[in-house]
């Protein structure tokens, strides 16, 4: 069986659901109060050949604590352009850092990368009050201790600019999950957003519009889930990429890295996967590796160093995930249509030296 079959059939497998877009009614205008964003502790390495704000694509940020940065690796030859959310959730540590290593160490040779690594950053100054954390963690690297901030879930809600509503339901007329109140201020459940919303939908739109206006081709939202949920070690694909997905999972598989497909719901929306994929040109993709600080009981579990999920393994899987999509991407696409990056640690060579060592 050719791989493309093979692919073909995990689509099959996963169940694919017609891709459709729906427009939502406009939010109503929010006084979001003032603020200076987080700044954090990332050094840009040799491919970064610019660093932006968020606000640039949508000046309802700026002067927010929304606002964050954006690195752009801009390649020597032209081609796609690939964007990649870490920090969508302040407390799925991997997928933060997994953006920053690909800050500090990814060069481009062939099309150019935006790296949002904190794309809630009002998250990233909270406490999660379900699962508390600490304010930071310890990367070793052989320059000595780095630090990351570690955060909420959700957006402040002195930041947001509106009380929590009762219940959440996101207004596309096809989402029919009614949820709590409070995740009116999950990033992951507001796109697109709105220019003149509350901050989480401010944040929301902007990426929305760095996703139309840098004309991307393949977007990455990195994530964490409980080491037992069903979502741990799980790509959600757009449906319209699904397939290009399963050739990255076949790809994984060979590496020895098993990550389950998923297509995006036509239902559950606010999620990047499928807002992004639905209403610009880019392909969609949303990585999930299991994190011990996101298990039941997190009482002296050692975020980074904990011995059967170590936050290498957990990096490690989201660049390979990154790097198999793009190889998938790549292999579908015309020459000067590809984008190749360079220097992107495998899975092996991250668990085998540490994510300290791809660190400046
Ligand atoms: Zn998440």
Same mark, same amino acid.
């Given at each position: 069986? $050719?791989?493309? *079959?093979?692919?073909?059939? /995990?689509?099959? *497998?996963?169940?694919?659901?017609? *891709?459709?877009?729906?427009? $939502?009614?406009?939010?109503?205008?929010?006084?979001?109060?003032?603020?200076?964003?987080?700044?954090?502790?990332?050094?840009?390495?040799?491919?970064?050949?610019?660093?932006?704000?968020?606000?640039?694509?949508?000046?309802?940020?700026?002067?927010?604590?929304?606002?964050?940065?954006?690195?752009?690796?801009? !390649?020597?030859?032209?081609?796609?352009?690939?964007?990649?959310?870490?920090?969508?959730?302040?407390?799925?540590?991997?997928?933060?850092?997994?953006?920053?290593?690909?800050?500090?160490? *990814?060069?481009?040779?062939?099309?150019?990368?935006?790296?949002?690594?904190?794309?809630?950053?009002?998250?990233?100054?909270?406490?999660?009050?379900?699962?508390?954390?600490?304010?930071?963690?310890?990367?070793?690297?052989?320059?000595?201790?780095?630090?990351?901030?570690?955060?909420?879930?959700?957006?402040?809600?002195?930041?947001?600019? +509106?009380?929590?509503?009762?219940?959440?339901?996101?207004?596309?007329?096809?989402?029919?999950?009614?949820?709590?109140?409070?995740?009116?201020?999950?990033?992951?459940?507001?796109?697109?957003? $709105?220019?003149?919303? /509350?901050?989480?939908?401010?944040?929301?739109?902007?990426?929305?519009?760095?996703?139309?206006?840098?004309?991307?081709?393949?977007?990455?939202?990195?994530?964490?889930?409980?080491?037992?949920?069903?979502?741990?070690?799980?790509?959600?694909?757009?449906?319209?990429?699904?397939?290009?997905?399963?050739?990255?999972?076949?790809?994984?598989?060979?590496?020895?890295?098993?990550?389950?497909?998923?297509?995006?719901?036509?239902?559950?929306?606010?999620?990047?996967?499928?807002?992004? !994929?639905?209403? /610009?040109?880019?392909?969609?993709?949303?990585?999930?590796?299991? $994190?011990?600080?996101?298990?039941?009981?997190?009482?002296?579990?050692?975020?980074?160093?904990?011995?059967?999920?170590?936050?290498?393994?957990?990096?490690?899987?989201?660049?390979?995930?990154?790097?198999?999509?793009? +190889?998938?991407?790549?292999?579908?696409?015309?020459?000067?249509?590809?984008?190749?990056?360079?220097?992107?640690?495998?899975?092996?060579?991250?668990?085998?030296?540490?994510?300290?060592?791809?660190?400046?």
């Amino acid at each position: 069986m $050719s791989l493309r *079959a093979r692919a073909a059939a /995990t689509v099959l *497998a996963a169940g694919l659901l017609a *891709a459709s877009a729906a427009l $939502s009614k406009p939010a109503a205008q929010v006084a979001v109060p003032p603020g200076a964003p987080a700044v954090h502790d990332i050094r840009p390495g040799p491919g970064v050949t610019a660093v932006k704000m968020l606000s640039e694509y949508a000046p309802g940020l700026a002067g927010t604590p929304g606002d964050t940065r954006v690195y752009v690796l801009d !390649g020597k030859e032209p081609g796609a352009t690939v964007f990649v959310a870490g920090g969508t959730h302040g407390n799925e540590i991997a997928g933060i850092v997994a953006a920053v290593v690909l800050v500090e160490r *990814a060069r481009v040779a062939r099309g150019r990368l935006l790296v949002v690594p904190h794309a809630n950053n009002s998250a990233i100054t909270d406490v999660d009050p379900e699962r508390p954390g600490p304010p930071s963690i310890a990367v070793a690297t052989p320059g000595g201790e780095r630090r990351f901030l570690y955060g909420s879930r959700r957006t402040k809600l002195a930041h947001q600019g +509106a009380p929590d509503p009762a219940i959440y339901r996101h207004p596309n007329p096809k989402a029919d999950e009614d949820l709590p109140g409070t995740e009116a201020r999950n990033l992951n459940r507001a796109y697109p957003g $709105s220019a003149d919303g /509350t901050l989480t939908q401010r944040m929301a739109y902007a990426v929305m519009q760095v996703l139309e206006r840098e004309r991307a081709a393949v977007a990455f939202d990195f994530h964490e889930a409980g080491p037992e949920s069903r979502l741990a070690w799980m790509i959600v694909a757009n449906p319209k990429n699904l397939e290009t997905a399963a050739v990255a999972i076949l790809d994984l598989e060979a590496q020895g890295l098993s990550m389950k497909l998923e297509p995006s719901s036509e239902t559950f929306r606010g999620l990047s996967h499928r807002e992004w !994929g639905d209403a /610009t040109a880019a392909q969609a993709y949303l990585f999930e590796t299991p $994190s011990p600080s996101m298990a039941d009981d997190t009482k002296g579990v050692d975020f980074v160093n904990d011995p059967r999920l170590p936050l290498a393994r957990r990096v490690g899987g989201q660049l390979a995930s990154f790097s198999a999509v793009l +190889a998938a991407y790549n292999a579908d696409a015309p020459p000067d249509a590809r984008a190749i990056c360079l220097d992107v640690p495998t899975m092996a060579e991250v668990e085998k030296a540490g994510v300290g060592a791809f660190l400046r």
